[in-house]
Nanobody, 124 residues
Framework: QVQLVESGGGLVQAGGSLRLSCAASGPTFSSYRMGWFRQAPGKEREFVGAINWSGGSIFYADSVKGRFTISRDVPKNTVYLQMSSLQPEDTAVYYC?????????????????WGQGTQVTVSS
């Protein structure tokens, strides 16, 4: 199955920006969509956004729309999450996930493989 490695997390002040990367390896030809999720301490893992490899359709959670941007680099098998205007409530571990074929884009259980996560901490 597809292996995923996230990078780019860190500590940032409120109002700042970060860019996360998710590099995919393995049978990436079997990947239909890549998603980003996040999990804050004591909370459920929640959908952030997703992008289709082919055609590039993009989906966002309402909480990040207008602040976060997802993009992809197909030759590099890499997906990015550009985060701007970060707020303390964006503090979480961010995960990328692979969906092998088209299913519900914001349903956690419809993703087939996950990265290890990268910590994002936003200070006030």
């Amino acid at each position: 199955q597809v292996q995923l490695v996230e990078s780019g997390g860190g500590l940032v002040q409120a109002g700042g920006s970060l860019r996360l990367s998710c590099a995919a390896s393995g049978p990436t030809f079997s990947s239909y969509r890549m998603g980003w999720f996040r999990q804050a301490p004591g909370k459920e893992r929640e959908f952030v956004g997703a992008i289709n490899w082919s055609g590039g359709s993009i989906f966002y959670a309402d909480s990040v729309k207008g602040r976060f941007t997802i993009s992809r680099d197909v030759p590099k098998n890499t997906v990015y999450l550009q985060m701007s205007s970060l707020q303390p409530e964006d503090t979480a571990v961010y995960y990328c996930a692979n969906q092998r074929y088209s299913r519900v884009y914001n349903r956690r259980s419809d993703y087939d493989s996950w990265g290890q996560g990268t910590q994002v901490t936003v200070s006030s």
